[in-house]
């Protein structure tokens, strides 16, 4: 008999070699006909695998993350075989699933995927998945392994097989197609009942420019056609919400070929939205002890073979800049946390002077690939709200607490208030990922937990997701439409105040390292305004957006008194502007509307008369007539509630 803990965290004793559905079913049938993947002692297992060791067992569902990840990967098997039955000539490479799918990368030779080829592949997904065809894992050798592949003339298998070892070599095999794959899938086809190509694009072999380009090719497929339907309506929904469209809109911000991809133009009215971000933290930062300095776009390249960051981002980073001087070189900042390390360092402090916060809006610099670069969310050039504290370990958890608390007061003052918490450790089978000892990390790590816990946040742990110098608390924020996006962070680091031989002196004057937390509530300013218009579909809180009202004269023969309003407004500091336009009125409450201005401000000659003004709000509630002093009131009671 074997020891096994379930879900629920019982312990319950099953023969050895029971497979891992039939504990499943032992729980109850109906609970495991929704059981679609499992994972034995945190590792990916098939539903149909058997299990001879004592261990924790855990079943997923469609509900569970782990779950749409294997149903995912499952289907891009699906997608693959279709693909090769209608593009005989193809070559498969590699086909995960993602965060909403999946996608499988395809050289098609002289062949040409296009939109108008989705239908017909999406009806052979279908007829294959009805067919009901099992998910099977099996170990292959690894002369077989490559033999297989280059009877199929596939070489980027074979590459893939020969960076592997013999005996961790496994093939995945549905209806008659096979496929080199690691595992993790659904019991059957028959549980996937829709799917939709999304759309196409190219991507490096191995994401390398030197390399042949391919087709990538996007899918997602749920369990229900309804849950189909769902999705696509949010994708037009998002599209009427993206970023990118509302930015250019409201005059934000702009990207340029000849400046160069994933580097943001900030025009003015997106320079003040910045600024005012900027300014609310600092403000939350100096209450909470924080100091700000400030640090260089470059840095030499000892700087970060000294953090480390080099050693495990210097593909990502961009070329070494080359100085006049033999052998120097300098790089783009790819993180602020070194150069704050130095700040630490050219003092001395006791244990008396500690917790010392640092605070920097740092602009720093990688190397995304041009395929990955989104807008806002994923550029090459962005700004950290980053902070690091230098403490005592005596300190660490009081300070981390105090960190999560600044960062749901940012979520809370910008109605973000969908979240949870992530909290991303090592993955102890794959070490040399990280950086720093092992007592380090496990300290690391319980103090994470310990603070997530006395806060009382709604948390899941996540093996491998961890920086390499420190486990971390990554916060995901569920917009509108529901998508998780990952913001703010908090990490705990004991290991670069090693590298930078960082000190203070304690209480029996020994010379003692302190512990380091990164942070950064926003993440960037760049994600963060992202998903901030997004989520509220360009409708900023009133103490952000970048014009309060605007005046709206009935014609230019009240332009003098909308003139003295606006003057009034702008010294009671309530931002606006004046639309002097030769237009109709309802002209210029569209255009107000679209540039989502929350207050509209009519003046005619009943108003001129009486010294009022009639108030509109976006979305056509009508105020009345009201004396400036009164609209003065209801913005500022307005931002009270806000902030």
């Given amino acids: 008999m074997i020891s096994i803990s379930l879900n629920d965290g019982s312990i319950k004793e099953f023969p050895k070699g029971s497979l891992a559905i039939e504990i499943a079913k032992n729980i109850s049938e109906g609970f495991a006909r929704n059981v679609i993947s499992a994972s034995f002692n945190n590792q990916t297992i098939e539903i149909n695998s058997k299990i001879n060791d004592d261990g924790k067992l855990e079943f997923y569902t469609w509900d569970d993350d782990l779950g749409k990840k294997a149903f995912w990967h499952s289907t891009s098997h699906v997608m693959a075989q279709s693909i090769k039955e209608l593009f005989p000539d193809s070559k498969l490479t590699i086909g995960p699933a993602i965060n909403n799918g999946f996608y499988y990368d395809i050289d098609l030779n002289d062949q040409k995927i296009s939109e108008s080829d989705f239908e017909k592949i999406e009806a052979r997904m279908l007829h294959i998945c009805r067919e009901k065809h099992d998910f099977t894992i099996r170990s292959v050798p690894k002369k077989d392994a490559i033999k297989f592949y280059e009877n199929e003339n596939n070489k980027y298998k074979v590459e893939l097989i020969e960076d592997l070892k013999d005996g961790e070599i496994t093939f995945c095999d549905h209806s008659n197609f096979t496929d080199l794959c690691k595992g993790g899938h659904i019991p059957n086809t028959s549980i996937i009942k829709a799917v939709k190509i999304l759309n196409i694009s190219g991507a490096f072999w191995r994401a390398n420019q030197n390399n042949k380009q391919l087709t990538r090719v996007y899918g997602i497929s749920f369990p229900k056609q309804k849950l189909l339907n769902e999705y696509l309506e949010n994708i037009e929904k998002a599209k009427q919400r993206d970023h990118r469209k509302i930015g250019k809109r409201l005059k934000l911000f702009s990207f340029s070929n000849k400046v160069g991809l994933g580097l943001p133009l900030w025009h003015p009215k997106g320079v003040d939205l910045r600024e005012r971000l900027v300014n609310f933290l600092k403000k939350a930062q100096k209450k909470a002890g924080y100091q700000t300095v400030i640090t260089p776009h470059i840095g030499n390249k000892e700087l ?153 946040l709604d948390y899941k742990i996540v093996e491998g997701e961890a920086a390499f110098y420190g486990p971390k608390l990554d916060f995901m924020v569920s917009d509108a439409l529901g998508r998780k996006w990952q913001l703010g962070t908090i990490q705990v680091d004991y290991n670069l105040p090693e590298r930078f031989n960082l000190t203070y002196i304690d209480k029996n004057n020994n010379s ?96 001129l008369d009486k010294n009022e003004i009639s108030l509109r709000s976006q979305g056509g509630k009508d105020y009345g007539k009201m004396k400036i002093n009164d609209f003065v009131k209801i913005i500022k009671d307005k931002i009270k509630i806000e902030v």
């Fill in 304 to 456: 970060y073979i000294t953090s480390g960051h080099y050693e495990k981002y210097g593909e990502d980073s961009f070329h070494p800049i080359k100085t006049p001087k033999e052998n120097e070189e300098f790089f783009l900042k790819p993180m602020n946390c070194p150069h704050h390390c130095e700040i630490y360092n050219s003092e001395k402090f006791s244990y008396k002077d500690l917790p010392i916060r640092y605070a920097e809006f740092g602009t720093v610099y990688r190397y995304e690939q041009s395929g990955e670069l989104h807008g806002l969310t994923r550029v090459r050039g962005f700004t950290q709200d980053d902070a690091h504290i230098f403490c005592t370990e005596e300190q660490l958890e009081e300070e981390f607490k105090n960190v999560i608390d600044l960062t749901l007061y940012v979520f809370k003052s910008l109605g973000l208030n969908d979240y949870s918490a992530q909290i991303s450790i090592r993955d102890p089978k794959d070490m040399h990922k990280y950086i720093g000892s092992i007592d380090a990390w496990e300290k690391s790590e319980k103090a994470i937990i310990k603070s997530v816990k006395e806060k009382k």
């Fill in 512 to 607: 003692v390292k302190p512990v380091m937390i990164h942070r950064a509530p926003f993440g960037s300013l760049e994600r963060f305004i992202a998903i901030l218009l997004e989520n509220t579909a360009g409708n900023l809180p009133l103490w952000l957006t970048p014009n309060q009202f605007i005046i709206l004269p009935i014609s230019d023969k009240y332009e003098k008194y909308c003139q003295n309003v606006l003057n009034l407004l702008e010294n009671n500091e309530i931002r606006g502007l004046l639309d002097s336009r030769s237009e109709t009125i309802g002209k210029k409450i569209r255009d107000a509307e679209l540039d989502k201005i929350p207050f509209m401000i009519v003046i005619g000659e009943q108003e």
